[in-house]
């Protein structure tokens, strides 16, 4: 995909801080350090200072990564009269800040580290004599209201005539004079900065699609990570059992499938449906159990004769992910919805072929994700919800095995218990495609899609970025 076809599916607007770290993540892995990134924000917050034309400069920083943009920022203005560096000594800072500050103390700048806000009033002076205020406390990542020595620092800075510049995102409370936001904005009315990510970092998924995830409640109970039942099977018996294995590794705590087919597999719960196929018939048993369950997976080994309970189950469904036999017209929707269909499905339920070029598939999935998400698999998969596009090239020509479709539609039910539709499916692509070459990697193209099962919790849940 050339670059001109990755703009078109750039998002554009203001960008939440979870999203905005997803995409940071994103270029760390595609190879840009978070202390370049770091540096080119100093850069360009150091000439919206000399804009100024400021004699003294105040920094006020906090121990995050947007303290370090602040801190890089100091280190480009050392030549000027005085540059004052202001940040708490307190607590845990992170590698890239304290690799700046590490700089700092090689510059000619003024260190003021304070633990409590007391300490501000031995510093008062450097807020009276500032020609302009820079505000590197608090970035995208913070919540809620400054604790002290911050709160202090703040209240400082508003009774000081000097204007203030405030780093990515104003830190609650503060005035802000002008605001520079870098990539995306943070926040409507802010000056945009571009610091050179990678457009791949936000077009394509990546290991920072994870820290989307919320990560388990140390007091968690059975439960906690969702309900999921699968329903299919019938003509082809093991295809429900593979979604649902899938499910459970992705962190689902409790998967009932729903067929006529029992293979016994004793982390699963088998609602057994009499007779070879799922028929109306068992649509009072079926809708019971859709009642209690987060997510409804449904249309793996169904056959094309159940297409009426398939719609019965969209009608009761809260959120739903539909793949193979569900896929055809008419469409079935649940209040929320995932569709995961190959090439072939995706022409049966919506009566066109997609294209091969990835650009020109782009537009044709955004356009046909009119009821829900549609995650169309292929050598890049495409996601969008109508709206937003992304594309995932994680997986291996190994995966072409049977099943492996029918596993990415349980990682995407698991994961939809907790996210909505399009980060779930996006991530379901990402970690499915991840695990399919790790098993490749042990064993070439021989590979089942039972093999991929073992690596899937190891890419959902190890392989997420620290906080």
């Known amino acids: 995909m050339t670059t001109k076809d990755m703009r078109e ?274 649509l009072e048993t079926i809708l019971r159990l859709v009642e209690r369950a987060d997510v409804v997976v449904c249309g793996m080994g169904l056959g094309g004769a159940s297409h009426e309970v398939v719609l019965g189950v969209s009608e009761a469904a809260g959120r739903a992910v539909f793949d193979a036999d569900a896929l055809r017209r008419p469409l079935p929707a649940a209040k929320e919805t995932i569709y995961t269909p190959h090439a072939g499905e995706f022409a049966r339920m919506t009566g066109t072929e997609p294209p091969a070029e990835v650009a020109a598939r782009g537009r044709c999935v955004r356009a046909a994700a009119a009821t829900g998400t549609v995650l169309l698999k292929g050598p890049v998969d495409v996601i969008s919800d109508g709206s937003r596009v992304r594309f995932n090239r994680t997986g291996t020509p190994a995966m072409t095995t049977g099943g492996t479709g029918d596993l990415l539609a349980g990682v995407a039910g698991a994961l939809f218990c907790h996210l909505p539709a399009f980060e779930s499916a996006c991530i379901a692509a990402y970690v499915n495609g991840r695990a399919g070459m790790r098993a490749a990697e042990e064993r070439g193209n021989g590979i089942l899609a039972t093999d991929i099962l073992d690596f899937i919790p190891q890419e959902v849940f190890l392989r997420r970025p620290p906080d």
Do not use: W
């Open 9 to 282: 599916f750039l998002e554009t607007g203001v960008i939440d801080a979870g999203r905005m770290r997803a995409v940071e993540e994103n270029a760390i892995a595609l190879g840009l350090p978070s202390l370049v990134m770091m540096e080119s924000a100093g850069r360009a917050v150091a000439a919206a200072v000399q804009s100024f034309s400021p004699s003294r400069v105040l920094l006020l920083c906090g121990r995050g990564n947007n303290g370090g943009d602040g801190m890089a920022a100091a280190r480009c203005l050392q030549h000027l009269d005085a540059v004052d560096v202001v940040y708490p000594d307190c607590g845990s800072i992170t590698p890239s800040t304290a690799a700046e500050l590490g700089l700092l103390r090689h510059c000619s700048v003024a260190l003021h580290p304070i633990r409590c806000a007391a300490e501000v009033d031995g510093i008062s002076h450097l807020f009276d004599r500032a020609d302009i205020i820079v505000d590197a406390m608090l970035g995208t990542g913070a919540s809620g209201a400054p604790r002290e020595p911050l709160a202090t620092l703040v209240a400082r800075a508003n009774t000081s005539a000097a204007p203030v510049i405030a780093v990515d995102i104003p830190t609650p409370g503060i005035r802000a004079n002008r605001i520079l936001s870098f990539h995306r904005p943070k926040i409507q009315g802010a000056d945009l900065v571009d610091i050179g990510i990678p457009l791949e970092a936000e077009v394509y998924t990546g290991p920072g699609d994870l820290t989307l995830l919320p990560r388990r409640d140390e007091n968690a109970h059975k439960g906690a990570g969702g309900e999921v039942l699968v329903i299919g099977g019938g003509p082809y018996q093991g295809a429900p059992y593979i979604a649902a294995l899938g499910a459970l590794r992705a962190g689902a705590d409790i998967v009932r499938v729903a067929s006529p087919a029992c293979i016994p597999i004793p982390d699963l719960i088998h609602e057994r449906l009499d007779g070879d196929l799922i028929t109306p018939d068992h």
